[in-house]
Structure formats: C-alpha cells, structure tokens
C-alpha cells in the first residue's frame, strides 16, 4: 500500500457519514473558531451537486435562501471541521445537478422538488 492510499484509508475511515444526495436537505454542523473560544454554526440549504466520487476528495455544494440572497458553500465531506450532517428530508429530483434552482425563487423551488419522506433528525 502506497502513502495515498494509507492516506485515503485513514481520513475515510474515521466518519459516519448519512447517504447525502442532490435534492436532499440537509443540515451541517461546523465547528467556528472565535478568538479562544469555538462554537458549533449550523448551515441548513438544500444539496445542489455531490462531486468528486466518495473519496477523502469529495464535496457536496449546498445552496440556501438569506434575506432574498442565494447563498451557496461547498464542504468537502471528510473536513475535519465538520461535526455531522443532518438529513432533514429528501426530494425526489431528477437530475444529478440541480443548477437550475439558482434561477428559481423559493417559491418555484418547492414546486420543482417533490418531497418523498421526513426524517427525524439522527442523533
């Protein structure tokens, strides 16, 4: 086994992660550094793309609505600074992309996104 594959084995090994897939909406707890202290932030958006397979390279981009603007961040899944990631629910889409919804007002949003099922957040 060679220093990558060591390397990949190691950082994949470590976290539990939920099945996250385009159209699900999910929250991401972060760990935020303040000065000496850190504390928790949540960011909850609706999943736009999963890239990079299932590696330690992989990312999902996540888009939310904040005071009328589209907000969109990409976490790698093994980032360390990540605590969990919450399903809150699941939308039946039908594409692997969903770039389209940053044309879409929130309104539009939920018409194109059918909701399969609710989930309890797992603990």
């Not at 919804?101 to 099922?117: D, N």
Request: hydrophobic share 35%; glycine share 8%.
């Amino acid at each position: 086994m060679n220093l990558t594959q060591a390397f990949n084995s190691k950082t994949t090994s470590g976290k539990n992660l939920p099945d996250i897939r385009p159209g699900q909406t999910i929250k991401i707890h972060q760990k935020i550094k303040d000065g000496a202290k850190t504390r928790i932030q949540i960011f909850e958006g609706i999943v736009i793309a999963r890239k990079h397979g299932t590696g330690p390279n992989a990312t999902i981009t996540v888009r939310k609505i904040s005071n009328g603007i589209g907000v969109e961040r990409i976490f790698p899944l093994y980032m360390p600074n990540v605590e969990k990631f919450e399903v809150i629910r699941t939308s039946k889409v039908r594409q692997a992309k969903l770039y389209y919804l940053r044309g879409k007002s929130a309104r539009e949003t939920r018409r194109k996104t059918k909701l399969i099922e609710t989930k309890a957040p797992v603990q």
